[in-house]
């Protein structure tokens, strides 16, 4: 299956930006979703796993959602800051425990 | 703290194999799988595969046929190989940990692999 993201989005500090993640085929309930933040020259973190559980240290700014009819994912970022202004992708898992990422969105803080 | 460090050569000739190892410290293998997942910009992130500590393997089926991934714990190491390499995997090769609660929680910092010849 595929997990298709918009290829950017963008908003001033301060605001909301909400991330999309489609699941093509199979149910998006039927698997975990986790969301990583890749920054330039760095590592991805974890910002999101389990669906909508934060790592130690990230930000409550952060938060994670499920919805099943529309079989999507979805990232939230509040409070926009600089520091956010990354790479994020989406991941879950099919049926035979092998993991598919999402696309991946840029996220630009105007 | 678990820390994950790649090595291996950056630069490998058309045709030829791929190999890289993750040294991992400051935490026990055991009980954990361990992968390997790769980035570039066409592309973006995309898992290879894993391997148990106890050996048990599991690849990314578009890669299966090209991949090996094996786990040596008593050095405290995991390798990839990717045979007949091509322009297509050239990427920042990343090894990671899965941790217990799903989530790859522990990366190493990547290291770039072109193909070139």
């Known amino acids: 299956f595929l997990l298709t993201q918009p290829h950017s989005v963008s908003e001033s500090p301060g605001k909301t930006v909400i991330i999309s993640c489609t699941r093509s085929s199979g149910s998006v309930v039927s698997n975990s979703v986790q969301w990583y933040q890749l920054r330039p020259g760095s590592a991805p973190t974890t910002v999101i796993f389990a669906d909508n559980q934060r790592p130690a240290g990230v930000p409550d700014r952060f938060s994670g959602s499920v919805d099943g009819p529309s079989n999507s994912a979805s990232l939230t970022i509040s409070g926009l800051k600089t520091e956010d202004e990354a790479d994020y992708f989406c991941q879950s898992y099919d049926t035979t425990n092998h993991a598919v990422f999402g696309t991946g969105t840029k996220v630009t803080v105007l | 703290q678990v820390q994950l460090q790649e090595t291996g050569p950056g630069l490998v000739r058309p045709s030829e194999t791929l190999s890289l190892t993750c040294s991992v410290s400051g935490g026990s293998m055991t009980s954990y799988y361990w992968n390997w997942i790769r980035h570039s910009p066409g592309k973006g992130l995309e898992w290879i595969g894993y391997?148990?500590?106890?050996?048990?393997?599991n690849y990314n089926p578009s890669l299966k046929s090209r991949v090996t991934i094996s786990v040596d714990t008593s050095t405290n190491e995991f390798s990839l190989r990717l045979s007949s390499v091509t322009a297509a995997d050239t990427a920042v090769y990343y090894c990671?940990?899965?941790?217990?609660?799903?989530?790859?929680?522990?990366w190493g910092q990547g290291a770039l692999v072109s193909v070139s010849s």
């Open positions: 990671a940990r899965d941790s217990l609660d799903g989530h790859f929680d522990s």
């Open positions: 391997v148990f500590s106890n050996g048990n393997t």
